[in-house]
């Protein structure tokens, strides 16, 4: 809502200064957004079929043990859903509060925010296959090491 | 307007999906179908609600911001300060990860140094503003700060070493 106000205000400004320049910057930004807006949809449906399979029952079951089997369950998940964080967070606090490590816990949120498999399309659109595994790689491996480090210290 | 073959295919494949979620409502009173068009539907309105603003203000950008300016700042002889930029760049936005690609486009276009652009969505990934305040109201704050303290070296050497490949943009 905020970020809307804000940016109707960036082009009512904007429009004011100078209308054909204006102009020219809606029909380039609106062009965009049309033209990712199949790509998408796509991704949204692997979202959604991913959220119907792995809801938070399933996966408050899933990592109720900590077993190296059960960090790596999480770090697999994390990887591939791309679950929001108002469903993530509290998540997550239910499993810290039923007993799951600090590394497992941490493991399953970095590797959910820093690694996804299911937007690598959307990305390798962007920036070429290439960079976008090798993104998603490095960030795999530094969440692992994040978690690691966050077990030792909390 | 010519319509290229992956919209298409995607276009088409949303359809099976709809299809088959409108069947499974329907006629199976099914769980899975529910559930599956009920988030699709959910992120489908997140989607039009972030987005559209997004790419109109990445038009305005594109047109109205000369390159000198972004090259000064965060272009590749720009110094660490630019870090700090992209960072709080990252930070006051909101949505999915997938809304920041293509804002990385436009600035990686505008001569932005590929670190960091990398920088960039690492620090959306990671600390935008709202996803910190939900996230110290369920794990507290000890938790969130230790992560961010851990994160952010990850992150940062992350761009440096993305930095080394140059990110090309494909549109």
Redesign the interface.
Not at chain 1, 24 to 30: C, K, P
Not at chain 1, 38 to 45: D, G, T, Y
């Given at each position: 809502m905020a970020?809307?106000l804000i940016?109707?205000c960036?082009?009512a400004a904007?429009f004011a200064l100078d209308r054909h320049?204006?102009i020219?910057?809606?029909?380039?930004?609106?062009m965009?957004?049309w033209?990712?807006v199949?790509?998408?949809?796509?991704?949204?449906?692997l979202?959604?079929?991913s959220?119907?399979v792995l809801?938070p029952t399933q996966l408050r079951q899933w990592l109720s043990a900590d077993t190296p089997a059960h960090f790596v369950l999480a770090l697999a998940v994390g990887s591939v859903a791309?679950i929001?964080?108002?469903v993530a967070?509290?998540l997550?606090?239910v499993l810290?509060k039923n007993g799951a490590s600090?590394t497992l816990v941490?493991g399953f949120?970095?590797t959910l925010?820093?690694v996804?498999v299911v937007?690598l399309p959307?990305?390798a659109?962007?920036?070429?296959w290439?960079?976008a595994l090798?993104?998603n790689g490095?960030?795999f491996i530094?969440?692992v090491?994040?978690a690691l480090?966050?077990g030792r210290?909390? | 307007m010519k319509t290229n073959p992956r919209s298409i295919i995607s276009l088409g494949a949303t359809g099976v999906f709809l299809f088959f979620c409108a069947w499974g409502v329907w006629f199976g009173h099914n769980d899975f179908a529910i559930r599956s068009a009920n988030s699709y539907l959910g992120f489908l309105k997140e989607m039009f609600w972030v987005l559209p603003m997004m790419f109109l203000l990445i038009g305005v950008f594109d047109v109205w911001v000369p390159r000198e300016i972004v090259e000064r700042h965060v272009g590749e002889d720009a110094g660490p300060i630019a870090i700090l930029w992209m960072i709080l760049l990252a930070m006051l936005q909101a949505g999915p990860l997938y809304g920041a690609f293509p804002v990385a486009a436009a600035l990686s276009k505008k001569g932005c140094a590929a670190k960091y652009i990398f920088i960039y969505l690492g620090a959306f990934s990671v600390m935008k503003l709202p996803m910190l305040s939900f996230e110290i109201t369920f794990l507290g704050w000890k938790f969130s700060l230790v992560r961010l303290m851990f994160t952010l070296p990850v992150f940062i050497t992350i761009g440096y070493i993305m930095g080394r490949h140059r990110a090309y943009v494909v549109q």
């Open positions: 970020f809307n940016g109707l960036i082009l904007c320049k204006t020219r910057s809606v029909h380039r930004g609106l965009m957004f033209k990712i199949p790509e998408m949809s796509i991704v949204l449906i979202i959604s079929i959220l119907s809801t791309l929001p964080g108002f967070f509290p997550a606090g810290l600090i941490a949120l970095t925010l820093m996804g937007t959307m990305e659109r962007y920036f070429g290439r960079t090798l993104r490095l960030s530094g969440a090491a994040i480090a966050m210290l909390l | -």
